[in-house]
């Protein structure tokens, strides 16, 4: 298998709080692993890739203070979105690299996140 | 630039073959892909294709690749109900960063 989960699958918070979402490989080590936003009806949007031990590389346009990124073990790797608004509302989604030689992407159920 | 083009919807009958094109710009990718995604929830990899190969076949799933067209095509033979759902494109780029098309929202009516 290449399962990837995250917690919380979906989440409300009030605006001004902080959200931390994390993304696990269950059954295999993930170097790298990379965390995408969705709108509704649109495609995956990279925000950063995250390397275990290292510094996450974001994206144009992506805040880094904003888009908190950690990547402590082989196996997790979390998002804090701090001080969330309503425009931070959006699906998140991980997911982790397992073959290398593929570079093949297995990805996690997402995080639905409502800020009010 | 980095683009990926998909259309955006493709509604067959049960039983029929669904196509779902795509076509990518960066001719240096080395792997394309192709993900399904059901209603809230994430992506799940089908199948991929090195970029020196034409075809490849998984069960009821053929990836055809022209790469001087830069086009590739996911073709589901004998489509179900459960196919319905919508089918990501997506060029992996040198240094492993993903391109994702937009999306092509399946339906298949009984």
């Known amino acids: 298998g290449a399962v990837v989960s995250q917690h919380p699958s979906w989440v409300i918070c009030k605006s001004g709080t902080s959200v931390k979402i994390e993304c696990r490989s269950l059954d295999f080590q993930a170097t790298t692993m990379f965390w995408y936003r969705q709108f509704p009806k649109q495609s995956l949007m990279l925000m950063a890739t995250?390397?275990?031990?290292?510094?996450?590389?974001?994206e144009q346009g992506v805040e880094k203070d904003k888009f908190l990124i950690n990547h402590a073990s082989l196996t997790l790797s979390t998002l804090t979105v701090t001080s969330a608004h309503p425009e931070d509302s959006s699906f998140y989604i991980c997911?982790?690299?397992?073959?290398?030689?593929?570079?093949?992407?297995?990805f996690g159920p997402g995080t639905r996140l409502t800020v009010l | 630039g980095e683009d990926v083009e998909q259309s955006l919807f493709l509604s067959v009958r049960e039983g029929d073959s669904s196509v779902i094109n795509c076509t990518y710009t960066?001719?240096?990718?080395?792997?394309l892909y192709w993900y399904k995604q059901e209603p809230g929830a994430g992506l799940q990899l089908l199948t991929y294709i090195f970029s020196n190969m034409d075809m490849k076949q998984d069960q009821r799933l053929t990836v055809l690749l022209n790469k001087k067209d830069k086009h590739l095509s996911l073709r589901i033979a004998d489509t179900q109900t459960g196919d319905s759902a919508i089918y990501f494109c997506?060029?992996?780029?040198?240094?492993?960063?993903?391109?994702f098309g937009q999306g092509t929202e399946l339906s298949v009516k009984p």
């Open positions: 995250s390397n275990e031990g290292s510094k996450a590389t974001y």
């Open positions: 960066d001719s240096s990718s080395t792997y």
């Open positions: 997911s982790a690299r397992r073959d290398f030689s593929t570079d093949t992407q297995y």
């Open positions: 997506a060029e992996r780029l040198r240094g492993g960063k993903l391109i």
